[in-house]
């Protein structure tokens, strides 16, 4: 299991290598859920991308990019997700 730095860390550079952002914020909201039986240790995070992909694509298109490029790390590492995904224009 990763920590939270860990964790962050693989979802910016997963993104990066797939989408190709303008720019990705990331915050880490756990501690929100501190003690949820039903985290089962993975984190819950935050994640705005701003990326010239999203063009032309709708709202569930652009949450199955980021889902995509996350991957297996939505599997096992990450309990929770809260995506906000823009393009430049949008921003």
């Known amino acids: 299991m990763m920590n939270n730095e860990e964790r962050i860390?693989?979802?910016k550079e997963r993104l990066k290598h797939s989408?190709?952002?303008v720019s990705i914020d990331i915050i880490d909201d756990s501690h929100k859920h501190a003690g949820?039986?039903?985290a089962k240790g993975?984190?819950?995070f935050t994640v705005t991308v701003?990326?010239?992909g999203f063009d032309g694509k709708s709202l569930i298109q652009r949450h199955r990019m980021v889902y995509e490029?996350?991957?297996d790390g939505m599997k096992s590492e990450i309990h929770?997700?809260?995506i906000k995904?823009?393009?430049p224009n949008e921003a």
Do not use: D
Request: no cysteine; proline share 4%.
């Open 9 to 11: 860390n693989m979802i």
């Open 19 to 21: 989408l190709s952002p």
């Open 36 to 38: 949820h039986a039903s």
């Open 42 to 44: 993975g984190g819950h």
């Open 50 to 52: 701003v990326a010239e």
């Open 69 to 71: 490029a996350i991957g």
């Open 80 to 82: 929770a997700l809260s």
């Open 85 to 87: 995904a823009k393009t």
